[in-house]
Structures are given as structure tokens and as C-alpha cells.
């Protein structure tokens, strides 16, 4: 997969760990552990990020957050796949 | 590329004459006064972006063009850590310059930008666009690509010299990794690691709750509950020195809570504390931040396990604390030392919060007010380095 950056962000979800981060050209890249560790994934669907990701558990769906390529906040559902970047707003470092 | 050479030779030195006046003639040639700790530079490129570096004939500055380098013209530049603008103008050699003061006698200078969004007197942020990469100035012999010189101001005059050998420029810094020190190095895929901060998530049955720094550095949160608010909270006006990291679980003594910590503001001797905040009514209202004490140079990560919140943190003195439940004493491990919170006072120092205490507040608005910034999430980082053969040529091919 390439080169990470920035730092890891992992969720515990149904049984599974999962770790995200930004990778190579900042997209969204992750691996869960059931037993064993899978490979690193690309999320395709979703855009560029200019952080790592946060992760949650809420409502029995793993809910995305970043910082957005212009420093807003954006947001990840998984609804049947994961959704495409929504904005929360704001400025943040 | 003989005839490049030729040219880019003839340029260099008209740029070596032509800049050698940057430091101010007549300027005050005071004692050479120790610089402060080098701060953390990155990349000068957006999070995750790759480059390719070459030292060429002018270590130790560097040109930096893009991978893929067709896409090197307009990328943009971002400060490599937060700083003042200390020049940003036109020069007649090297095109569009813009240097940033970051404090501690350390400069670092951009030379053939495209285009300059920054001015002189600017404060900006790690990971602020201050302009992008082109070829402006003869210097740059036509080709797209970026100069980058770090620079120490070794005579003490307040300013520093660049663009020419025996300026005061010095072997640049990545991430934790020092570069040019000599001619005719090369480094093929270096990565951006100059990324904004991830938020800190927690989520209890109803609500969901994320938690950022605003551009001020205080503690903002948003709360899921089947709909998004406009607007964003600070919750806390403190100067923090880390993103937030978050929790949501039931302590020992059944307590719905949630937990916010962050590391507070560093003090006079650059020693910051791991605060914590909590919530005992699903994040409607906060306490006022306790110190648990430790040093960390990361954002924490927290994780609950049976009943106990355990935090985590890359950090100097304590990687690792326990937090106890309310009615417990604290660690006997954990500093109570209080950080400095610039423009609020210290912070309440408590070792059990209690609902009854509660922080004010609430003010809604947008987490900060100016232009995107980013804070480092770790150093080192994915750097291959390949030093490539020395060249005669005092030059490189793209230029100065």
C-alpha cells in the first residue's frame, strides 16, 4: 500500500479492530483484526482527508471523522458502504 | 542540458550578487547569540503529498519538485510550523520569495512561488497555505519547482541571510530528518507528514459526540442526535496544546460519562500536563478541566476496558495513565502541577469531578475564526532517502 502518514486511529467494531489512517496521496486506507489482521484497504469512496482518522461506534455503524483538505471537520457514515464526506464546518489545526 | 547548465550558471551567480544584500546593509552586526531549540519542521506541502528532493549544487538548500512532477506547478506550500512572515515580496532573480521568522532565530525562505497569499507581518500556522510552487524568477530556469532554505540567524542581527553560499542557511530538518548535508544528494519519495489533527470521538447509546481544537487552540465539540447543529461549541477556552482525545463509558460506580482529554498549554519550561474534562449528563455540560499530569508530545487515545479508562500518548515522563473513577484517590504517580492556560487563568485542579461542577462555557460559534492550520500527529515518518552521485556542475538543472 505504500507509505502512511500521520497517526492511527482505531475502533473496536463487532468483534473486530479495525485501524485507519490517511496513506498514500491522503486517502482513507484501513485493516481490521478478526483472529488475524487483514490488508490495508483502500477506501476508494471516500476523498482526501488531511488527517488521521477518528472512529465510532454509534447506532451499530462505524462513524468516520478528519480534518478536510480546507481544515473543516467532515464526517463518514457506513450506511450498506461508507458515505462520501459530508462537512461538519468549522476551521480546525 | 550543457546549455541549461551554462544558463543556470550564469543566473546563480547574478542571483549569489543580486541576493547577497538580503540581509539589510548597514544592519546592526551584533554578537552571534545561540538559537533556540530547532522546532519541528515538516515538509512544506499538504499532508500525504510526496516529493523529491535534490541538494544539487547548493547545499544545503534544497529543491523540491512534486511525484508525480508534472504535477509540481501549483502545488501548494504550507508552512512547515507556525511562525511571522518576515518577507514576502518579488525579487528580481528569485521571483516570488517569502521568508517566515519561526522564532528562536529559525527561517526558513521559499523562492519561485507562483503565486504569495501571505504578506510580511502575517502570523501563520504548521500546515497554512502561504502560496504555491512555479518557476517565477530567472533563477528558476523555467522549470516548476520549489527552493527551500532553512536558516539560522547566526550573527544575532534578528534577520537571516539566503540565496547564496555563505549565507546563513543551514542543513534543513524534516520530520526529525536532517538533509543536504552535501552536494548532489538526492531523495526520491519523501512524504508529507504536515497533517491537521484528527478529532477525538465518543459515542453513548443516544448521542454522538466529536470533539476538535479550534484555530484559537481551545476545546470545541459538535453532538450527533439524529441531526447535526450548525454550529459548533466551545466548550472550553483554554489554550490547549494537542487535539482532543475523547471516551464514552460507565465507570465503576455506573456513571454514564464522557471524558475529554487534551494536553494543556506548556509551561515557562516547556513541560505541559494531560488534562481531562467529563461530562456526567451525555455531553451537555462539562466539568473545568483536571490535571492527571504527564508530558505528552501526541494527542492521547483512550480506550475503556472493564470499567477503567485507560489514556495513552507518546509522551516524555508518562506514556501511560489509568484513570480512576470519581470518589478515588489519584495516582500517586500523576502530577498535580498546573499548566499554564493563557488569557483564563490556571484551570480547576480536582482529583474527583462531580456533576454538581460544572464549566460555563457554551458560547456557539464556528471553532475558529482564520485560515486553516495543522498541527504534526508524530515524527519520523515513511522517508526513503537515496543520496544520489555528486555532480560536478555547481548548479542543478531546475535551477536555484
Same mark, same amino acid.
Given at each position: 500500500m505504500g507509505n502512511l502518514t500521520g497517526a492511527l486511529g482505531i475502533m473496536q467494531w463487532e468483534r473486530q479492530l479495525r485501524g485507519l489512517r490517511p496513506g498514500h496521496r491522503s486517502k482513507v486506507w484501513f485493516k481490521w483484526y478478526r483472529s488475524v489482521w487483514s490488508n490495508w484497504i483502500q477506501q476508494s469512496t471516500l476523498g482526501t482527508v488531511n488527517s488521521s482518522v477518528a472512529a465510532t461506534l454509534y447506532g451499530g455503524n462505524t462513524n468516520l471523522f478528519a480534518r478536510g483538505p480546507s481544515g473543516n471537520v467532515v464526517w463518514s457514515p457506513y450506511a450498506a458502504g461508507w458515505q462520501p464526506w459530508t462537512s461538519l464546518g468549522g476551521v480546525i489545526l | 542540458m550543457t546549455r541549461t547548465r551554462r544558463r543556470w550558471r550564469s543566473a546563480a551567480l547574478v542571483a549569489a550578487i543580486g541576493l547577497g544584500?538580503?540581509?539589510?546593509?548597514?544592519a546592526v552586526q551584533s554578537a552571534s547569540a545561540a538559537p533556540g531549540p530547532r522546532p519541528?519542521?515538516?515538509?512544506?506541502?499538504?499532508?500525504?503529498d510526496q516529493w523529491r528532493l535534490d541538494s544539487w549544487g547548493h547545499a544545503p538548500a534544497l529543491d523540491m519538485v512534486r511525484?508525480?512532477?508534472?504535477?509540481?506547478?501549483?502545488s501548494v506550500i504550507a508552512a512547515p510550523a507556525d511562525g511571522v512572515v518576515n518577507q514576502s515580496f518579488y525579487h528580481s532573480q528569485a521571483g516570488n520569495v517569502i521568508q517566515i521568522n519561526?522564532?528562536?532565530?529559525w527561517f526558513t525562505t521559499y523562492r519561485h512561488?507562483?503565486?504569495?497569499y501571505a504578506t510580511a507581518g502575517h502570523q501563520v500556522f504548521q500546515g497554512q497555505t502561504i502560496g504555491r510552487v512555479g518557476h517565477t524568477g530567472p533563477t528558476s530556469n523555467g522549470t516548476p519547482h520549489l527552493h527551500f532554505e532553512l536558516a539560522v540567524d547566526a550573527n544575532g542581527d534578528g534577520q537571516a541571510s539566503w540565496g547564496?553560499?555563505?549565507?546563513?542557511r543551514v542543513r534543513p530538518w524534516f520530520n526529525g530528518v536532517e538533509y543536504?548535508?552535501?552536494?548532489?544528494?538526492?531523495?526520491l519519495h519523501v512524504y508529507s507528514n504536515n497533517c491537521g489533527e484528527m478529532p477525538g470521538v465518543a459515542s453513548t447509546s443516544s448521542r454522538m459526540h466529536v470533539f476538535v481544537r479550534g484555530t484559537d487552540r481551545a476545546l470545541y465539540k459538535k453532538t450527533y442526535a439524529g441531526s447535526w447543529p450548525v454550529s459548533w461549541t466551545r466548550v472550553d477556552g483554554s489554550v490547549l496544546n494537542s487535539a482532543p482525545a475523547a471516551a464514552a463509558w460507565r465507570d465503576a460506580n455506573g456513571a454514564q460519562r464522557v471524558d475529554v482529554f487534551a494536553s494543556g498549554a506548556p509551561d515557562a519550561n516547556g513541560i505541559t500536563q494531560v488534562l481531562q474534562k467529563t461530562s456526567y449528563d451525555d455531553g451537555n455540560t462539562f466539568s473545568g478541566w483536571q490535571v492527571i499530569g504527564g508530558n505528552l508530545t501526541t494527542q492521547p487515545a483512550a480506550t475503556v476496558l472493564n470499567g477503567t479508562l485507560y489514556l495513552f500518548g507518546r509522551g516524555t515522563?508518562? &506514556? *501511560?495513565t489509568a484513570v480512576p473513577p470519581p470518589g478515588t484517590t489519584t495516582p500517586a504517580s500523576v502530577s498535580t502541577a498546573t499548566p499554564g492556560t493563557p488569557g483564563s487563568g490556571a484551570p480547576p485542579t480536582r482529583s474527583t469531578p462531580h456533576p454538581?461542577?460544572?464549566?460555563s462555557a457554551t458560547t456557539r460559534h464556528?471553532?475558529? &475564526? *482564520?485560515v486553516p492550520t495543522c498541527t504534526p500527529?508524530?515524527?519520523?515518518?515513511a522517508v526513503r532517502r537515496r543520496p544520489g552521485p555528486v555532480r560536478r556542475?555547481?548548479?542543478?538543472a531546475w535551477g536555484t
Open positions: - | 544584500f538580503l540581509v539589510a546593509p548597514g519541528s519542521f515538516h515538509l512544506p506541502f499538504p499532508c500525504g511525484v508525480p512532477r508534472s504535477a509540481t506547478e501549483g519561526h522564532g528562536g532565530g512561488m507562483q503565486v504569495r547564496f553560499a555563505g549565507s546563513e543536504a548535508q552535501s552536494n548532489g544528494q538526492t531523495w515522563t508518562e &506514556t *501511560s454538581a461542577r460544572r464549566a464556528r471553532p475558529g &475564526t *482564520s500527529t508524530g515524527s519520523g515518518g556542475s555547481p548548479a542543478g
